[in-house]
């Protein structure tokens, strides 16, 4: 035991935890976002698989990987408009939209990957790890300076350009939606549409946004994913990360950095999953660690909520009974 | 609108829908599809479309010419068996509008805890399948209390919670599949044979239709499709089920228990998922060796919505779904499309499915010419009584 906790001491545990919640913080920022603008985009796990599929296939054939970095973004952007299409349009229930867009995620980049790899190269591929090599991956960046601090530079130093954005993004999302005028449109938006309509702002522009939005930080995630995280795109490898991001979201409060923090809580249960398969735990004990983890931090999150909740009512009551 | 025109109204919708999907899915397999010039592709693609579409009932050989293939139907048919289950479970969880995805998970655990039954547990003949079934789902059933409670208690998504339910079913399975329950004499992992006394004994026999296979499973999953149809259109709860789908705040005002049916509709819905998946080993399995989650949840998710809830229509769209699937691996045999085109069509054919204002100008067209109709009605039989 004190052996373990040895392990978990070390700044190597720490990096990996940083650098395990990127993708989640991430997609958590996307959970976040649209539902300040009052719906649920839960594709974000099938938006994530096709921008990174098409990441790392676009920085293969272009040679470079900041095309492929465009690449996974303007496909998150551009899925994540259909969806909006879908949604708002044709008037597809959300919550469908997201669970076709999670099915088309898996088979479907298989299928793309599959097809793509056999016109070019004349062989289906069903993953591009063999075509990626460290050159096509996106650059780590050790930082001067910090890099020198004992401990805290192993931790904080030496990430991966997109870790370093995911957190800085926690940042601009925040003032986006609390300092700019778009933020108030969309936060006017998810909680009372009419409001916000009657007073001029288009609500099916802010939805678009907000939904555009989601998918850009999808693009993020993904690319992380398949040019940072891994070297190259493999079948299901988000993994379920899109959908501990709808729990973050909850669990952070739908605040920004409640939802870093939750995304860091699952970075360290996953990460925690890791290193318990490094000591010989059986790693199909381990794997579950996390998915667990977020039911038990969701029912935390609704415990401590409601709690709040019936405390304020009571508290609103005894004024009520105070003034009379 | 009349009914006859609301009819031909879903009928033209789903039509176009499928169209739609399958012309993407032409689209794809052109630009997928081998050959040096144009007219090479064009042919190749046709090539691969009459595989998709026919092929699964024929069979296209030089030699013989084509010719209808009984097998190929009983695998279709096979194949429907865990899909109709999952796309009941479905069903009953989105007419709650309860938007659990436990499905996938629940007819794993299902098919687990049934395989396990049928191993450890010796019983005489007739009553083992329908024990091991019923433990199966309700193993299922009560996974699906946590959501379910947790969603009435706490308010807590139940959809993130079947979601990550499905994973930590996965694998705690293989865990228990790698370690303890493992046959370590076979080269692959799975678990010692079932009992013979546990086996759902086939309705066609190999005999007459050349290496096919279908149980007796299939007629259970039908008359578990007229059962869950008397169950939603005919009883009290299914009533409540579906009223509290279409307005939770009416259902509650009306004085119905919300909490409870919610809880019902979860609890109901893994039990169909479990024992389905319980069928599906029995029926067509000799050891349980399932490594990862089988889909058979996210198809029923599609098959539900092409149902549009609605049980009596689930054989149909699982049909449709095991058929289209089938059509897709020949495609793949023959034509060498990847078969996982299906996620893609399956996807397509869903957003459009789901779609309400999809068409919505056509269905305005026949309500406006209803009420045309029926006002023309009204005043000639005013006329009639003036006169």
């Known amino acids: 035991m004190l052996n373990f906790l040895k392990i978990l001491a070390t700044p190597e545990f720490f990096f990996s935890i940083i650098r395990i919640s990127a ?54 952007v551009l899925m994540s408009l259909m969806m909006g299409f879908f949604a708002f349009q044709l008037k597809t229930d959300i919550i469908l939209v997201g669970i076709a867009v999670n099915m088309m995620g898996s088979g479907g980049t298989l299928f793309l990957c599959k097809v793509i790899t056999n016109l070019t190269r004349g062989k289906a591929m069903a993953s591009t790890t063999g075509l990626i090599t460290k050159s096509l991956c996106i650059p780590d960046i050790t930082i001067p300076l910090l890099n020198k601090i004992p401990f805290l530079g192993k931790v904080l130093s030496g990430h991966n350009l997109l870790t370093y954005l995911a957190f800085l993004f926690v940042f601009l999302t925040s003032v986006m939606l609390y300092r700019t005028a778009l933020g108030l449109n969309i936060r006017a938006v998810g909680e009372n549409p009419n409001a916000a309509s009657s007073v001029g702002v288009s609500v099916m522009r802010i939805k678009y ?19 940072a995280y891994a070297q190259g795109w493999s079948l299901d490898m988000v993994s379920g990360r899109g959908f501990i991001a709808l729990a973050a979201q909850a669990m952070g409060g739908g605040e920004c950095l409640g939802g870093m923090l939750s995304a860091l809580v699952f970075g360290f249960a996953q990460a925690l999953g890791i290193k318990f398969s490094a000591v010989g735990l059986d790693s199909n004990l381990a794997s579950p660690i996390p998915y667990a983890v977020t039911i038990i931090g969701l029912v935390v999150f609704a415990v401590v909520r409601n709690r709040r909740v019936k405390k304020q009512h009571s508290v609103a009551a005894l004024e009520k009974a105070a003034g009379r | 609108m009349t009914k006859q025109r609301q009819l031909r109204f879903t009928v033209i919708r789903s039509l176009v829908a499928i169209l739609i999907a399958l012309l993407v899915a032409t689209l794809l397999i052109f630009i997928s599809a081998s050959g040096a010039t144009f007219h090479d592709k064009l042919e190749a693609t046709r090539e691969a479309l009459k595989q998709m579409l026919a092929g699964p009932v024929f069979r296209f050989s030089k030699k013989n010419g084509t010719a209808f293939e009984a097998k ?61 079934v019923l433990i199966g789902g309700a193993a299922v059933a009560l996974v699906m209390l946590l959501p379910a409670l947790l969603k009435t208690k706490l308010n807590v998504s139940e959809m993130v919670c079947s979601l990550m339910l499905n994973y930590i079913i996965m694998y705690v399975i293989k865990y228990l599949m790698n370690t303890h329950l493992a046959d370590k004499s076979r080269g692959q992992i799975m678990s010692y044979p079932f009992r013979g006394s546990s086996a759902i004994s086939p309705i066609i026999n190999n005999a007459v239709f050349s290496g096919a296979k279908l149980s007796w499973g299939f007629v259970i999953a039908i008359a578990a499709v007229i059962l869950c149809g008397l169950f939603m259109y005919r009883s009290r709860w299914g009533y409540a089920i579906r009223m509290i789908g279409i307005n939770q705040d009416f259902a509650k005002y009306s004085g119905m228990k919300v909490g409870a049916v919610i809880v019902l509709s979860q609890v109901l819905g893994g039990f169909l998922a479990g024992a389905g998946g319980g069928i599906e080993m ?52 023959y034509a060498k499309v990847p078969a996982q085109l299906i996620d893609i069509v399956q996807g397509v054919i869903f957003l459009f499915f789901a779609a309400e204002q999809f068409l919505s100008g056509y269905r305005q067209k026949l309500v406006v010419r209803s009420a045309q109709e029926e006002i023309e009605r009204a005043r000639a039989e005013g006329g009639r009584q003036n006169a």
């Open chain 1, 209 to 227: 946004i907000a939904m555009a939005f989601s998918g850009l930080m999808s693009g993020f995630g993904g690319a992380f994913m398949s040019m």
């Open chain 2, 72 to 132: 190929r139907l009983a695998d279709i048919l096979a194949a429907m068996i865990p899909t109709i289950f999952t796309g009941l479970s479905v069903c009953v969880m989105f007419s709650a509008n309860q938007f659990n995805l436990g499905a996938e998970g629940g007819i794993m655990l299902g098919a687990f805890v049934t395989a396990m039954v049928a191993i450890y547990l010796p019983l005489p003949a007739g009553l083992h399948p329908v024990v091991a």
């Open chain 2, 282 to 333: 029995l029926g067509r399995y000799t050891s349980f060796s399932w490594s990862a989650l089988p889909g058979y949840g996210w198809t029923g998710i599609t098959i539900a919505i092409l149902a549009g809830n609605n049980p009596y229509m689930v054989p149909l769209a699982a049909f449709f779904m095991a058929y289209l699937s089938k059509g897709c691996d020949l495609m793949a045999t």
């Open chain 1, 23 to 76: 993708p989640i913080l991430y997609a958590t920022l996307a959970a976040i976002v649209v539902e300040k603008a009052g719906f649920a985009n839960i594709g974000l796990e099938g938006l994530m698989m096709f921008s990174a599929l098409a990441g790392s296939l676009v920085s293969y054939y272009a040679g470079s990987w900041f095309w492929g970095f465009l690449a996974a973004l303007l496909t998150g």
